[in-house]
T-cell receptor
Framework: LAKTTQPISMDSYEGQEVNITCSHNNIATNDYITWYQQFPSQGPRFIIQ???TKVTNEVASLFIPADRKSSTLSLPRVSLSDTAVYYCLVGPRTGTASKLTFGTGTRLQVTL | GAVVSQHPSWVICKSGTSVKIECRSLDFQATTMFWYRQFPKQSLMLMAT?????????EQGVEKDKFLINHASLTLSTLTVTSAHPEDSSFYIC????????????????FGPGTRLTVL
């Protein structure tokens, strides 16, 4: 499974857009990029998944350049409740038989 | 949809006793469930892959005789920590994904809320 590198922590003010970049230089052709959010003492929650270019849902956007060696999770107008750890995962589509390997994650702290 | 539950949410036990943790997919069937362990301020570490009707596959370094996994149905997997010791104290999380072609997307793993185990 491709290894990922993310910033250990980030700080933001409420209302700002937050971009978290993940490096995955060894991504394979059939690998997808998936982001999860985890609050303290809770299980991770799926945020978004993509293969290339841009994916957007009601929560976030995921930008993937053509070489797919990195990706950026964009959270628009964060609020205090977005304070959490965000994990970038790279691997086969997270289906039935696919193991997930979690990296260190990025601890996002949102303040007023 | 796509809800995964765990029971209990927390448990405290004495050293040497065994503890069973249940993971259920409430509104979909899951042929595969995964068990993770997470220590404070650390990332999730995969312990084992649980397949319905067959033996679990354990990650390197995880003792299969200590962490017994049973996946007897398409909606239930259990993790039993046998002869628990204080170093087994951790946050245990399961995940599951749906069967191809039905229910929630099979492209996503859904995680349970976790079980906090404290061994005294």
């Amino acid at each position: 499974l491709a290894k990922t590198t993310q910033p250990i922590s980030m700080d933001s003010y409420e209302g700002q857009e937050v971009n978290i970049t993940c490096s995955h230089n060894n991504i394979a052709t059939n690998d997808y990029i998936t982001w999860y959010q985890q609050f303290p003492s809770q299980g991770p929650r799926f945020i978004i998944q993509g293969y290339k270019t841009k994916v957007t849902n009601e929560v976030a956007s995921l930008f993937i350049p053509a070489d797919r060696k990195s990706s950026t999770l964009s959270l628009p107008r964060v609020s205090l409740s977005d304070t959490a750890v965000y994990y970038c995962l790279v691997g086969p589509r997270t289906g039935t038989a696919s193991k997930l390997t979690f990296g260190t994650g990025t601890r996002l702290q949102v303040t007023l | 949809g796509a809800v995964v539950s765990q029971h209990p949410s927390w448990v405290i036990c004495k050293s040497g006793t065994s503890v069973k943790i249940e993971c259920r997919s409430l509104d979909f069937q899951a042929t595969t469930m995964f068990w993770y362990r997470q220590f404070p301020k650390q990332s999730l570490m995969l312990m084992a892959t649980s397949n319905e009707g067959s033996k679990a596959t354990y990650e390197q370094g995880v003792e299969k005789d200590k962490f017994l996994i049973n996946h007897a149905s398409l909606t239930l997997s259990t993790l039993t920590v046998t002869s628990a010791h204080p170093e087994d104290s951790s946050f245990y999380i399961c995940s599951a994904s749906g069967l191809a072609g039905e229910g929630p997307s099979t492209d996503t793993q859904y995680f349970g809320p976790g079980t906090r185990l404290t061994v005294l």
